[in-house]
């Protein structure tokens, strides 16, 4: 079993940064992918960027420029740096790790860009 633990989520107004993290413990493999989704009211789950063991990215194109995903292996935690937030990015935003053919969630953590 994997636990997922994510932090940084809050209140943040048009144009300003967040730092979302996610900590992984518990039966961790070296080899795994990980990305963020997020949730907005209403609307169906959607990825917003993914990184894998041998550190390739990827990321939805409407977060392409604005938001990087990073991970510290020696901390088993990945973060995702959000830049330029807009309000449509307001969502409840979800980590997840996938390994050995399963994929696990964290509990997600509130992200609201507003003035």
């Known amino acids: 079993q994997v636990q997922l633990v994510e932090s940084g989520g809050g209140l943040v107004q048009p144009g300003g940064s967040l730092r979302l993290s996610c900590g992984a413990s518990?039966?961790?493999?070296?080899?795994?992918?990980m990305g963020w989704y997020r949730q907005a009211p209403g609307k169906q789950r959607q990825l917003v960027a993914t990184i894998g063991s041998s550190g390739s990215t990827a990321y939805a194109d409407s977060v392409k420029g604005r938001f990087t995903i990073s991970r510290d292996n020696a901390k088993n935690t990945v973060y995702l740096q959000m830049n330029s937030l807009k309000p449509e990015d307001t969502a409840v935003y979800y980590c997840s790790r996938q390994e050995v053919g399963v994929e696990y969630w964290g509990q997600g953590t509130q992200v609201t860009v507003s003035s």
């Open positions: 518990g039966s961790i493999s070296r080899i795994y992918v």
